[in-house]
């Protein structure tokens, strides 16, 4: 089922291509992401960029397919780290831990878009809808202080120990388009699926970008 969708996607992308009214894009961008439903943890920077397609049915309505490459996880760190992770890792008490769990993955999101002229020669674009998506590396980072003042360090692979690769989730957007060349635009990711136990994955992203 998730190699159907993803392929569905895809040929989604060719098929469109061959339309008079498709433009093509390329954007790049920064971001931040963490997780959701997993306690007190920091945002992590990271990157995103890709290209798509916008297809409009009218002057307004359309819709974007895009295939992009995203980094996401997040970063958390401080003292007395509970008895879940302790247990996890270590049977000695931690005094202080650091961690940081970076993921990347390929995501092809499809968003129903809404453009107008907010002067002759810029243009707001309005955009939702969702994305799925499929993990092809990461590294997850941690430094765990004992009380003892020992030191434990923990460098893996992120998608060890059961973590799921496949992810969904809700995309949605706001771009400011110049001469319907050059754009500037912010977005926000929300996973629905929980991809480690009950964590759902997070993202802001700001991204430049050029239409072809």
């Not at 998608?159 to 050059?182: C, H, I, N, P, S």
């Amino acid at each position: 089922m998730k190699k159907k969708l993803i392929t569905t996607l895809l040929l989604l992308l060719v098929c469109l291509s061959g339309y008079s009214q498709i433009s093509w894009n390329a954007k790049a961008g920064v971001n931040i992401s963490n997780v959701i439903n997993s306690g007190d943890v920091n945002f992590k920077p990271g990157y995103q960029f890709g290209v798509g397609m916008d297809y409009y049915f009218n002057d307004h309505w359309g819709i974007q397919p895009s295939i992009m490459l995203i980094s996401k996880g997040y970063k958390s760190k401080g003292d007395n780290f509970n008895s879940f992770y302790s247990a996890q890792y270590s049977n000695q008490e931690l005094k202080s831990f650091d961690l940081t769990d970076n993921k990347v993955y390929v995501e092809l999101p499809l968003l129903l878009t809404y453009r107008f002229d907010v002067s002759s020669k810029f243009k707001l674009i309005l955009s939702g809808g969702g994305y799925v998506s499929y993990g092809i590396a990461g590294k997850y980072k941690r430094t765990d202080t004992h009380l003892d003042g020992t030191t434990r360090k923990v460098n893996e692979d992120s998608f060890t120990k059961g973590v799921e690769k496949f992810d969904t989730g809700l995309a949605a957007g706001a771009t400011l388009e110049y001469k319907e060349k050059y754009s500037i635009g912010l977005s926000g990711d929300f996973g629905l699926k929980s991809t480690q136990s009950t964590f759902k994955n997070r993202t802001y992203g700001l991204s430049f970008g050029y239409r072809f």
